[in-house]
């Protein structure tokens, strides 16, 4: 049986450039006989945190606790957990992630154990897996460019990716992607995605 790799996306607009980069990277990981889907956020129904740390009380060898929200982030969790691979796609917004990847992001403190009383810092459930994950963002300025100034959006997805137990092979940054309103990758890109998806 073939691995599973799961793409979720963070952009408002489907078929924008983090979108494409999810589909040629999933349709690379397909040619090599893994089972795919790809989620996007914008599509879930995912509320906003409200720190309450219910769920950072539970049993610590649990792969994580259990929010008191209702909504579709435990089906999504579930898919993580089982998952071989991911892939976190979000373009800059106001030098970060947007506002419903950051939300997403937040509820992941599920992976969390931190009980009261402690003063120190989260700790982490899972210390080690096998799962991989790519990162992906886009902006409109040159990609060197962007490393340099707006480092966060990559930074808080490799974040996301290693609370959920990921190791990040390869984070993956498009620049100049505003010169028409619906541009489209070129072959040089495309090739950059399939050449990430073989890391997974």
Known sequence: MGKTIIGIVGSYRKGGIND???DAILKTVQQEGAQTEKIYLIDKHIEFCTNCRVCTQD???KIRGTCVLDD?????????????GLILASPVNFYNVTAITKRFIERLIVYAYW????????QQRIKKTNKKA?????SACPAFVGRILMPGTLKLLKSAARIVGA??????????????????????QLQ????AARLL
């Open 20 to 22: 494409q980069v999810t």
């Open 167 to 188: 190791r990040v092979v390869k984070s993956l940054y498009f620049g100049n992607v505003c010169s028409t309103p619906k541009q489209k990758l070129s072959e040089k």
């Open 115 to 122: 009980p009261w009383g402690k003063r120190s810092i989260p």
């Open 59 to 61: 049993d610590r060898r």
């Open 134 to 138: 790519i990162i992906i963002t886009s």
């Open 72 to 84: 579709d982030m435990n089906e999504l969790l579930s898919k993580i957990d089982h998952a071989d």
């Open 192 to 195: 950059k995605a399939r050449s």
